[in-house]
């Protein structure tokens, strides 16, 4: 059974960087997609960023984020710099199987990110 735990949340002042990681496991094959999302209160999850074949980012975060993966951990990382308040949110991690046309993703439990002074 694939799980996917999530560490690196916290509180963190404007302008301030944290880092979130995301280890997989339970796959017998490399994910295809691995990535994050973001929900914050009274909103629905948006994507943050996802890096398969290429590296894709949310216009928001463009500049600010940074994915990266380490297929030898099945893991993946959420590198934030320039952190702004609006940027409060519980962050998801996924991992995506494609198989036969159809994407099999996992979530992760989900990690609180707080900006504020």
């Known amino acids: 059974q694939v799980q996917l735990v999530e560490s690196g949340g916290g509180l963190v002042q404007p302008g301030g960087s944290l880092g979130l990681s995301c280890a997989a496991s339970g796959s017998n094959r490399r994910f295809d997609a691995m990535g994050w999302y973001r929900q914050a209160p009274g909103k629905e999850r948006e994507l943050v960023g996802l890096?398969?074949?290429?590296?894709d980012y949310a216009d928001f975060v463009k500049g600010r984020f940074t994915i990266s993966r380490d297929d030898a951990k099945n893991t993946v990382y959420l590198q934030m710099n320039s952190l702004k308040p609006e940027d409060t949110a519980v962050y998801y991690c996924n991992a995506d199987l494609f198989l036969n046309n159809i994407v099999q993703r996992y979530w992760g439990q989900g990690t609180q990110v707080t900006v504020s002074s």
């Open positions: 890096i398969g074949g290429s590296t």
